[in-house]
């Protein structure tokens, strides 16, 4: 099942009941590499993912391993000093990075999550909402 992009899905209202691919009104951005995409694919259980495209490029190692390196706790310096190294990386590499919107999603609903990385996985679920 696929829905057209005229009618994107508000997730907050009706979540697809079955199996496939749809594009929604809410946006999603790769905690990684900032990648936006308003699609996802539901699988039978009823969980929506999306794997990043950019899953398996060798530079996306380095900044992925910094990401959730940064998630532990740390002294303020440092992890302000980390932050910025993930900033300046993603700005590097944010030329080859193209991201995959249909129709005109409500970009006042971006959320992070939902796609999934190497180690990270997929954190939030569309039910949080
Ligand atoms: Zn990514």
Redesign the pocket.
């Known amino acids: 099942m696929e829905n057209s992009p005229e009618e994107l899905i508000d997730l907050r209202i009706n979540p697809p009941k079955y199996p496939g691919k749809y594009r929604c009104l809410q946006v999603y951005q790769?905690r990684?590499?900032?990648?936006m995409t308003n699609g996802f694919n539901m699988d039978w259980a009823g969980l929506p993912s999306q794997d990043?495209p950019?899953?398996r490029k060798d530079w996306?190692y380095e900044l992925e391993r910094k990401v959730v390196h940064a998630k532990l706790p740390h002294p303020k310096s440092y992890a302000e000093e980390l932050q910025k190294e993930i900033e300046a990386e993603r700005s590097i590499h944010s030329k080859e990075i193209t991201s995959d919107i249909v129709g005109n999603p409500d970009f006042s609903q971006k959320k992070n999550g939902l796609?999934a990385?190497q180690f990270l996985g997929s954190g939030e679920f569309i039910g949080k909402f």
């Open positions: 790769c990684v590499c900032g990648w990043c950019y899953l996306l796609i990385h």
